[in-house]
């Protein structure tokens, strides 16, 4: 294994400077990627130093170092987990036989998508969150934002490097459209309609964290088991990082969650909106508009898409190789629920065409943990309320709901009762702008906003009013 040389331009694990002609177009791509960071990266702390986690490996223990960055300077670099000896594909057509070194001629031009699809949600998190710095509630989550953002910019490398690496000339004009797309943008959005929503607010931070980027843990986890073995290694590795946008998303709800019940119990109202905190049923409403858009990212029940990537082995199951069964899936049958006329039911289909149902369910029941956490919470200080995930079908725009009305609790209504009740089941603008009245940033180390309890710790051992962000330039 190629350890990773800290001085060159682009760290890596990929011995880089021994294919000079990727690593010439990689240095081409750099500056254009430092010009989209600066154009659209966090606005207003480029030239603050932050307390930063960098990958310097991929060893288990010390794969990345902590230190004082200023953003613009972090080592975004290329990081493959360690080869496995002999892996093989673990499912599909070519069960059994050695992982693809290199891009099969016949799935390029799939492989290509699926890479694409990934790497743009990359950049589009970035963009849709580049002015909360302004407005946070304190400097440990501002470190955790920027923490998140250099990170989601280091997935873009990775899924960059293998465009380049491994797709020749339609791979760099995709490396280049990456940069060229945005966020929200009428003429040239983001991929996927999740990443084109806004994040006005830290308590829409948090939500995103919590559901989107967990959307973003499963498909990274599916193509970890893919039969390329440098996409499987590149998402084995990413998956490292992302266990620590997952923490900054749950930790962050639960903080919410937390002080609601604080000010709850301490005023013996549930009406806090008007002690500085947020009210639990405004908490559910954004719950079910993050969830609802989240689910939306996993495509249709029933997908042919899904079943051809399967058996050609590009895009495994969860923890495929886990599972007890033959990876073949030719005659196994799945439960897919779905719309039936009007009513809502579940069938048995060919399972090879419900693998997006099926990491949809693996999803689910990940964001269900985390529900039962803050509820736990809410039990702790005396409270009886609880927190849901909608129905699936609830604010569904992709498959089989995409067309009809759902209830939060799994009824078909009509559209009457819809307008009537949407209210009170999704985020309202006077929530929105509720939410933004509480959005005056803290700054000073050890202080919180008052509508978010402290976490328990601080980042890598030190105190909770460390200085993680440095705001006052300190002139030397
Ligand atoms: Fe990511
Ligand atoms: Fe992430």
Redesign the pocket.
């Known amino acids: 294994m190629a350890g990773v040389d800290y001085l060159e331009r682009i760290p890596n694990n990929v011995n880089l400077r021994d294919d000079r002609r990727l690593l010439r177009a990689l240095e081409e791509w750099q500056p254009r990627f430092l010009d989209w960071w600066k154009e659209m990266g966090p606005e207003g702390f480029q030239a603050n130093e932050v307390y930063l986690r960098t990958a310097i490996s991929v060893d288990r223990d010390g794969w990345a170092q902590f230190g004082y960055v200023k953003m613009p300077d972090y080592r975004w670099g290329i990081f493959l987990a360690e080869p496995e000896a002999d892996r093989r594909i673990a499912f599909g057509d070519h069960l059994g036989k050695p992982a693809w070194p290199e891009v099969p001629g016949e799935y390029r031009g799939v492989l290509r998508r699926l890479i694409v699809t990934q790497g743009d949600t ?1 950049p589009a998190s970035v963009e849709q969150q580049r002015h909360l710095g302004r407005t946070c509630p304190s400097l440990y989550d501002l470190r955790n934002l920027f923490q998140v953002n250099v ?2 910019g280091r ?1 873009l490398w990775a899924m960059v490097y293998l465009l380049h690496a491994y797709f020749g000339r339609d791979g760099r004009e995709e490396a280049e459209a990456l940069l060229q797309r945005r966020s929200g943008d009428h003429d040239k959005p983001r991929i996927l309609g999740a990443f084109n929503e806004r994040t006005p607010d830290w308590l829409s931070f948090f939500m995103f964290c919590f559901f989107t980027d967990r959307d ?1 843990k499963y498909q990274l986890a599916s193509l970890q088991e893919s039969g390329l073995d440098p996409l499987s290694r590149t998402c084995r590795f ?1 998956l490292t990082e ?1 266990a620590h946008h997952m923490f900054v998303g749950e930790m962050g709800v639960g903080r919410i969650v937390q002080k609601s019940c604080e000010l709850m119990r301490q005023h013996r109202s549930d009406d806090v909106r008007c002690y500085g905190g947020i009210d639990l049923p405004t908490m559910q409403r954004y719950i079910n508009f993050h969830y609802s858009v989240s689910l939306d990212l996993f495509g249709s029940e029933v997908s042919t898409n899904a079943a051809n990537a399967f058996t050609m082995g590009l895009k495994g199951r969860f923890e495929e190789t886990k599972k007890d069964d033959d990876h073949r899936l030719a005659d196994a049958t799945y439960p897919v629920t779905c719309l039936e006329g009007d009513r809502i039911a579940t069938r048995d289909v060919p399972a090879l065409t419900a693998l997006n149902e099926r990491l949809r369910d693996d999803y689910i029941a990940d964001c269900q943990r985390g529900i039962d956490r803050w509820n736990r919470t809410i039990k702790e200080h005396g409270i009886d309320v609880e927190l849901r995930l909608p129905h699936r079908g609830f604010h569904r725009a992709i498959g089989s709901f995409g067309e009809a009305r759902i209830s939060p609790d799994g009824r078909v209504i009509t559209e009457a009762e819809w307008d009537a009740r949407r209210r009170e089941w999704l985020p309202t603008p006077e929530d929105a702008q509720f939410v933004a009245t509480l959005m005056r940033p803290a700054v000073e180390p050890g202080r919180f906003a008052g509508w978010i309890a402290p976490p328990a710790r601080g980042i890598n051992g030190l105190p909770l009013d460390h200085e993680y962000v440095r705001l006052t330039r300190k002139e030397g």
Do not use: A, F, K, N
């Open positions: 990359e990170e989601e997935h973003g990413m992302e």
